[in-house]
């Protein structure tokens, strides 16, 4: 028999699924203002933005998810609300792979995790200064722990841009969105789906900011939130323990959530607490420990103290406005010479934070808003809180919501089952976008896109690795010097072909081995040899990659 179920059971969540999506937004407003070409007023916007959160987490613990009979089912609406969902996700997910196959990775992050990886993978230390690649002519070191960069060494195994990686961590939260809006919707709860429903696309939405998944790589880890948050929900605390040492093994700003968890592990079993803080500190220390052992001195500079180094003594310093124009208290006592008061701040706020938990927590208070509000302090008086950090504060928000909705459903086969549905929707985007063979003529309307960097850098996007010849066609200048005509040809940084054009007609031709392509963005240049030439000598007027008899 059927339970009638209206508004009044379903406004707790509604009201604090709105309140997310609203969070989400006023995250999105320095993003947006940017594209808008307006300055926005930062402290006001870091006040709304922590003041939303804030009632978000005091809210929440006194609020509660009413969950109607499961032999309810509505399976018009629920099928609707699985097209809506499924259209939103694949429209913003072949944004981004399309984004990916025509574009270079834009910051150093991903360059950095690349190149430790490949080093990683001939049996070297990843741990170590790495000096003047050919896409970052700068010295960097490794910076992260073993969890954020190990999930790409799958990708350079099948040779694969690795952002692939990072857009399947950006599809985890979304589809568990859309699978929660789904599962009320044949639970008969229409509003709590349509509010899931749009809490999805203010998800999809912040994530489809210009550049992100041109240099995302904190995603990776992101698939780990949900399932942390349901294991935390359900008060599987040893196991808690296991995925937040994960989590800090991925990123030391999750260090911040330690505490809370304890606190509430001390509230349920003062045992399980020492316990879920060896498990933490062990898992931490294990995943380490090879890396330590083969050079502590480069892990600890790495890890530890090269990025407060290079905060102060660079971004800090710097003229331009990327380290004040950014939500958090750092970027205003940054504007108004204080920096001195940075590192004071976070040593005064973080106790504050946890001692605000103690009392509600050990009254059996859900931790987990608990530990997105001391995410959110930690955030905005870090060092430097660029944009992308606020993310793990927001998602681990929606995973705390994520939980309470699907509870049993969100179990650990139900989480392989939506990795593995992620990797496969961005395998068939990237099978069906990318090219087996490109070909471009200049003035054609995809040429335009793959000489966008210039007349002498063609992407080639490409779903294969398979050995191939590359025909490059060009127009010379009107003079050539001697000198010049010495040029090389590039992919993917490596040197393939080097000749002079005097000595040759307007062809370039050469073969490309497998080793030199990637499934994905492939970055095809001709360089002037000679280091004392700024451009080389001639103009592409097409590229064509010829599969091999």
């Known amino acids: 028999m059927r339970t009638p179920h209206g508004f009044s059971d379903e406004w707790p969540n509604v009201c604090r699924l709105a309140a997310l999506s609203a969070s989400l937004l006023i995250f999105l407003t320095p993003l947006w203002s940017r594209t808008a070409h307006y300055s926005p007023s930062y402290p006001v916007l870091t006040i709304i933005f922590a003041v939303t959160i804030g009632a978000i987490v005091f809210v929440w613990g006194s609020t509660s998810v009413t969950r109607p009979n499961e032999a309810n089912s509505h399976h018009i609406i629920a099928i609707a609300a699985a097209v ?5 996700l ?58 954020l960069w190990g999930p790409y060494i799958a990708a350079q195994l099948l040779q694969t841009d690795l952002r692939v990686v990072t857009i399947v961590g950006e599809l985890f939260v979304p589809i568990c969105c859309g699978i929660a809006a789904t599962v009320e919707a044949a639970r008969g709860r229409t509003f709590s789906a349509g509010a899931w429903s749009v809490l999805l696309l203010c998800v999809l939405l912040s994530l489809d900011v210009p550049d992100y998944t041109l240099m995302g790589h904190t995603p990776v880890y992101w698939p780990l939130l949900p399932l942390f948050a349901a294991l935390v929900t359900r008060r599987r605390w040893l196991w808690a323990a296991f995925a937040l040492g994960l989590l800090v093994v991925a990123r030391s700003t999750m260090v911040a959530l330690v505490p809370i968890l304890l606190i509430a592990m001390w509230a349920a079993n003062r045992r399980d607490a020492l316990l879920g803080f060896v498990i933490i500190c062990a898992t931490v220390l294990l995943l380490l420990s090879p890396f330590l052992m083969w050079d502590a001195y480069a892990v600890w500079d790495g890890m530890v103290t090269t990025y407060p180094r290079v905060m102060k003594e660079v971004v800090w310093t710097s003229t331009g406005t990327g380290a004040t124009d950014t939500l958090g208290l750092t970027g205003w006592l940054l504007a108004h010479r204080f920096e001195r008061f940075i590192e ?56 705390a919501a994520l939980a309470e909705t699907l509870d049993s459903r969100l179990g650990l086969k139900s989480w392989a089952l939506t990795l593995a549905v992620s990797v496969v929707l961005v395998a068939a985007l990237l099978y069906f976008t990318a090219l087996p063979n490109p070909e471009f003529s200049a003035g054609s309307r995809m040429a335009a896109t793959a000489f ?14 398979s050995a191939a010849d590359v025909v490059i066609r060009y127009q010379t200048r009107q003079s050539v010097d001697e000198d010049d005509a010495l040029v090389t040809a590039y992919l993917n940084g490596k040197p393939l072909w080097t000749a002079r054009l005097l000595d040759n007609p307007p062809e370039i031709r050469f073969v490309a081995p497998t080793a030199a392509w990637r499934i994905g963005h492939n970055r095809l240049e001709v360089r002037a040899a000679s280091p004392d030439s700024k451009s080389p000598p001639l103009v592409v007027t097409s590229v064509a990659v010829l599969p091999r008899r």
């Open 344 to 399: 004071p701040s976070q040593l005064i706020a973080m106790p504050i934070v946890y001692g605000l938990a103690w009392i509600p927590t050990l009254r059996g208070a859900r931790p987990l808003p608990w530990m997105g509000l001391s995410l959110l302090v930690f955030s905005m008086t870090s060092l430097w809180p660029v944009f992308y950090i606020y993310y793990d504060v927001l998602l681990l928000l929606v995973s």
């Open 90 to 147: 694949l429209y913003f997910a072949q944004r981004w792979v399309d984004a990916m196959l025509w574009n270079a990775y834009r910051a150093d992050m991903l360059i950095i995790i690349r190149e430790a990886t490949q080093r990683f993978l001939e049996g070297q230390n990843p741990y170590v200064t790495y000096r003047n690649t050919y896409d970052a002519p700068w010295n960097f070191v490794l910076s992260y722990g073993p969890l």
């Open 452 to 465: 966008r960097h210039g007349p002498s850098a063609i992407a080639l996007p490409r779903r294969s690795i």
């Open 84 to 88: 809506v969902s499924g259209a939103l």
